[in-house]
């Protein structure tokens, strides 16, 4: 537990308003840091995830222009890798993270996936309710063809015998 609470004690600051840290959030965030020694350990270790969310999606255009040359440049850097920093790394590759607009832009991605998933929502439950009232307009259309089978029948039952 001392682990936990360095990192209770290192992280939550930067946690508090962004995240619901209710008791019970917390005690399941204990549990998983037990874990997660990493964390504290490790200096600077979730800077890694945030660096590489935003080189990724660059190094995915680079490598979409031309796979072969990128895999074997990749291979080339990643062998040097270990006398490099991130930023040394990804400059191998025209990508400068001290620069704002790399933030910028892959923070705009985020935001348009956000809103495509927003608008993605939105459309299964048009559809989910497309088909919900679909089925309803087929009960309906059930029971009124009962109401006039029924009242078919009741006006057969009345009607005089016909003449044969």
């Given at each position: 537990t001392d682990i936990v609470s360095l990192w209770r004690e290192a992280n939550l600051p930067m946690l508090e308003g962004k995240v619901n840290l209710d008791e019970k959030n917390l005690q399941d965030l204990d549990a998983r840091l037990?874990?997660?020694?990493?964390?504290?350990?490790?200096?600077?270790?979730?800077?890694?995830?945030?660096?590489?969310?935003?080189?990724?999606?660059?190094l995915m255009e680079e490598c979409e222009k031309d796979p072969p040359a990128f895999i074997q440049k990749f291979?080339?850097?990643?062998?040097?890798?270990?006398?490099?920093?991130?930023?040394?790394?990804?400059?191998?590759f025209g990508i400068d993270i001290r620069e704002p607009q790399v933030w910028n832009?892959?923070?705009?991605?985020?935001?348009r996936d956000v809103a495509a998933l927003g608008?993605?929502?939105?459309?299964?439950?048009?559809?989910?309710?497309?088909?919900?009232?679909g089925k309803v307009l087929e009960d309906l259309g059930a029971v009124r063809d009962d109401v006039k089978q029924a009242r078919n029948a009741e006006a057969e039952k009345d009607r005089p015998p016909r003449p044969v």
């Open positions: 037990m874990m997660w020694d990493h964390y504290v350990h490790v200096s600077g270790y979730p800077f890694a995830y945030a660096i590489g969310w935003a080189a990724a999606p660059k291979k080339e850097v990643s062998a040097r890798a270990n006398d490099m920093g991130p930023v040394e790394f990804l400059l191998e832009d892959r923070l705009a991605q985020m935001e608008t993605l929502l939105k459309e299964q439950k048009r559809d989910a309710a497309l088909t919900q009232g």
